[in-house]
């Protein structure tokens, strides 16, 4: 598997797990919309994040929680043009990843400085997208989705869940390796037209997923996975993600995606005396 990411001058080696922090710059994501889409909030956000063990910085300016409003490219470009630069010139040290399925949205954040590719839809939205993480030599996101954000709760239906999410992530690998894109990332899209028990039984056989040879991402933080099952709210689930981000740590996760910072860098910590590597 691969131990290390070239992002863009940068090496990011995956010898052991990661954290990526979110800081959304949207009015109406689901867990912290209207929090940080501020300069000051969300300067203040990142600092705090890196503070408490973020080693890349997930920046997003469009809602993907289902459902939500589908904005244009140029709403989109507009929350990040000025946050963007803004936190890589304050925090040179951070690794950027542009959460967007849009290639004119990414190329521009690239264009900024931003590290990473971290795509939804997998390139399925825009097809331009692999081939612009490759002429940026940028480490490209790849996340299963079905559909779009508005209309992906509709389309969650599998015979078998595990196959059917093996064979996007074959296909799509497949493309990528024919144009020369290698630092590539899967995401399980736990969540993204899925149901709970749908997204239960990826993480239950996460290590099918693990053959595939590349990093593994995972995405618990705050989803309806989590809150729906307990039958409370995306802020009263920190404990029940901590155990499963010690769950796919163990099965080998590369990169926990997360709102709580804090919380996953114990959890690490703790993976790491349980593993013997410190």
């Known amino acids: 598997m691969t131990q290390s990411l070239h992002c863009r001058g940068r090496l990011l080696e995956l010898s052991a797990p990661r954290i990526m922090g979110i800081l959304n710059v949207t009015p109406d994501s689901f867990s ?8 000051d909030t969300a300067l203040y956000r990142v600092e705090e994040m890196l503070d408490e063990g973020a080693d890349i910085i997930d920046i997003g300016g ?15 470009h507009k929350r990040l043009q000025g946050i963007v630069p803004a936190i890589i010139q304050r925090f040179p040290e951070a690794i950027l990843s542009i959460d967007t399925f849009r290639s004119s949205v990414a190329r521009a954040m690239l264009e900024q400085g931003a590290h990473i590719i ?6 399925v939205l825009d097809p331009a997208m692999m081939a612009l993480a490759r002429e940026y030599q940028a480490p490209y996101i790849l996340m299963h989705m079905k559909g779009t954000p508005q209309t992906m709760q509709q389309q969650a239906h599998y015979t078998d869940v595990v196959e059917e999410v093996w064979d996007y992530f074959v296909e799509r690998l497949n493309i990528a390796n024919k144009i020369g894109l290698h630092d590539v990332i899967i995401d399980m899209g736990l969540g993204f037209a899925k149901q709970p028990a ?14 595939l040879q590349k990093p593994l991402l995972v995405g618990i933080s705050r989803k309806s996975m989590l809150y729906k099952t307990f039958q409370t709210t995306s802020n009263d689930v920190e404990d029940a993600a901590a155990a499963l981000h010690l769950h796919v740590l163990q099965a080998g996760a ?17 993976h790491s005396l349980l593993s013997g590597t410190i």
Do not use: M, Q, W
């Open 62 to 76: 469009y809602s993907s929680r289902p459902g939500a409003e589908d904005i244009s490219a140029a709403e989109e």
């Open 32 to 39: 912290d919309g209207g929090k940080y889409n501020t300069l």
């Open 118 to 123: 971290n795509d939804i839809s997998g390139g």
């Open 198 to 211: 749908h997204s239960y039984t990826l993480l239950a056989r996460i290590s099918r997923f693990l053959l």
């Open 254 to 270: 590369s990169i926990l995606r997360v709102h709580d910072v804090k919380s996953a860098a114990r959890i690490r910590h703790l």
